[in-house]
Structures are given as structure tokens and as C-alpha cells.
């Protein structure tokens, strides 16, 4: 089982947008069949096996194994991955582009930079994957408390000198067998703890 699966196909995401199939697939991160699954989610075995029939269509469930109880073989399956993220290639029509209005203090363009990256890391991962091979990335995740916005305001001059002096010295456009990398460094306020 995957940690993470990124779905692009659009038929996919819709499938997992269904509230019930969201939860069988939750409940899938351990092995299961319709029987159990219906004591689980309170719906009929029959439901329960046509949520799962169009989870398995979509590659987001996979058999486990088959197990004979009398006359009737019953299917165990399990979810294909821990967690699923929809790409922005899912509804590619629809998908932001950063290129449109690249304004680096819109929380609007800073959300499409998000799903940018996750539509290039996601197909990056389904190459890797397809050619066995491990992908080099890495990332940082930080949580700052600025005392005040002037603060905020000279962290995020800062940081943007300290990282355009670090791309000038290593970036080498003329690099023979060089590859790319994209570089995204994020700074917005932290979600509110939700009152209980």
C-alpha cells in the first residue's frame, strides 16, 4: 500500500468524492469485505459491494484475497493507499495557472503555485514509479510567530535575498547532463486551532 496515491483521472476523482466511497476507502486502510465493511458503515452487503466494484475500476482498491464460506466466495480488499490527493489535472480546464497573475503577495496565486506543484510532483511520482525509480526532492515545513507584520515583512525580504543568492550560485544554465528543479517557498498564517 502507497503512502500517498496521486488520482488524475477525472473519473477517479469523482468516484472518490462520493461520501460513502470516501469512507469505505477510509475504512480500507485495513483489509475488508462488503460484509464487514456494511457492519461498519450501517449499509447493505449489496450497497457496500457496488461502492466497492467502482473503487476497484479506478485502481483505488485492490483484492487481498478470495475466501470460500460455503457456496459463496467472499472477496477481501484493501484501499491502494493510505491517502489520496486529486491533482489539478483532474479537471485540467479548470486548473490554476501561476503564469496567469503572478503577484507574489496574492494568497490567490500562492494557492495555484500549490497546485502546480502537486499536478508536477504527482506525474513525476507516476514516472518514477512506472520506471522504479526513487524521485529526489525535498522540502522544508516550518511554523514562524512574528511578533508583527513589519517582522513579517523583513523575514519575507530576507528570506527572498537569501534564496536568489543561493539559486544565483548554484543555478548553471549551461550545466552539461544538468536537470531542472523547481524551487516553491511558501510563507501564510497558520490555520486556527478549531474550538470544540
Known sequence: MLEVAV??????AEVTLDPVRARLLAA?????????LAAQVGLARQKVNYHLRALERHGLVEL???RKKGNVTERVLRATAASYVISPTALADLAPDPGRAPDQLSARWLLALAARLVREVGELITGATAARKRLATYAV??????AGAADRAAFAEELGTAV?????????EKAEGGRKHRLVVALHPSLKPKEE
Open 7 to 12: 488520482i488524475e483521472d477525472p473519473a477517479a
Open 141 to 146: 515545513d516550518a511554523e514562524i510567530r512574528f
Open 164 to 172: 536568489k543568492d543561493l539559486v544565483g550560485k548554484y543555478h548553471d
Open 64 to 66: 487481498v484475497e478470495e
Open 28 to 36: 480500507l486502510a485495513e483489509p475488508g469485505s462488503a460484509t464487514t
